[in-house]
């Protein structure tokens, strides 16, 4: 049992130096890498403060065109060389290794920092590099919004209201022949009066009934119920001494005819 013991340790002890030795290897690949990005982002930026320079010197001192393009050009090229460097290092990207050991954890996830600190240098240079050229070139005097928008400037200031009859023969163009226009006519016949109903009681809202009437419409006005006196007229609010023997006839008759009393004026 010990003699099993003590082998099971020593291969233990095996499996941890193997993965420390695998480790210190992985660790030194790591550092390689940090140290090739460190010296590439210090060429970046050294390139870029050369170019700079350049053009502080050159200032204002462009005599001609040819002169100019040629700067340009060479701008240009210099301008590429530093992007492919960033972009080589921008899709390089690093395997962060998982290290069981707290020994090596820590160094390995420091390490890792480094090289993304590395990587956000260059970009944040990079950014600060193409700021720093739209000024110097003067890219950023004018801009798209400090100017006024020249789009609608051939547009039409305003349009006259015209009914479609005075604008026919624009809309009419190269045809030759006449453009028959509908007219409304007052002496059409309508429909039969079951069919406005029948149309009505669907759509009652229909623009068509705004000047048609249909039969179901016409309201029958009620009587206006009038106030009744609790007492009937006296006769002798009947009297008229002003009436002739010869239409006493007429007169009589038409007081009987429109003398009311009604039921409730009776039993009072």
């Known amino acids: 049992m010990a003699k099993a013991r003590q082998e099971s340790q020593l291969l233990k002890e095996k499996e941890i130096s193997d993965e420390i030795k695998l480790n210190n290897e992985r660790r030194a690949t790591l550092q390689q890498r940090i140290d090739e990005k460190e010296a590439k982002c210090i060429k970046i930026n050294q390139e870029r403060k050369e170019l700079l320079n350049e053009i502080d010197k050159m200032g204002d ?8 393009t040629s700067y340009i050009d060479n701008l240009k090229f210099k301008k590429d060389k530093i992007s492919a ?100 006519d007052g002496s059409s016949f309508l429909p039969q009066p079951e069919v406005l109903d029948e149309l009505y009681a ?10 048609v009437t249909a039969p179901s419409q016409i309201v029958e006005s009620q009587p206006v119920a009038t106030y009744t006196e609790k ?15 010869i ?17 409730y004026q009776a039993t009072n």
Request: with cysteine; charged share 25%; aromatic share 8%.
């Open 202 to 211: 669907l759509v009652p809202n229909a623009a068509f009934f705004t000047s």
């Open 85 to 184: 460097i960033k972009n080589q290092i921008m899709y390089r990207k690093d395997v962060q290794y998982a290290i069981n050991m707290s020994l090596f954890t820590q160094s390995t996830q420091d390490q890792q920092k480094a090289t993304d600190d590395g990587e956000v240098c260059s970009h944040v240079g990079a950014l600060l590099f193409k700021i720093e050229m739209g000024v110097k070139m003067g890219l950023t005097l004018s801009s798209s919004t400090s100017k006024a928008c020249q789009w609608n400037s051939t547009f039409r200031k305003e349009v006259i209201p015209a009914t479609v009859t005075e604008i026919c023969d624009k809309i009419k163009g190269k045809r030759t022949k006449e453009v028959v226009s509908i007219q409304a």
């Open 61 to 68: 001192k462009w005599k001609s065109e040819p002169e100019m």
């Open 247 to 263: 239409n006493i006839d007429c007169h009589c008759k038409d007081i009987f005819s429109g003398y009311l009393c009604s039921d």
């Open 231 to 245: 007492y009937p007229k006296l006769l002798q609010s009947l009297q008229d001494p002003d009436i002739s023997d």
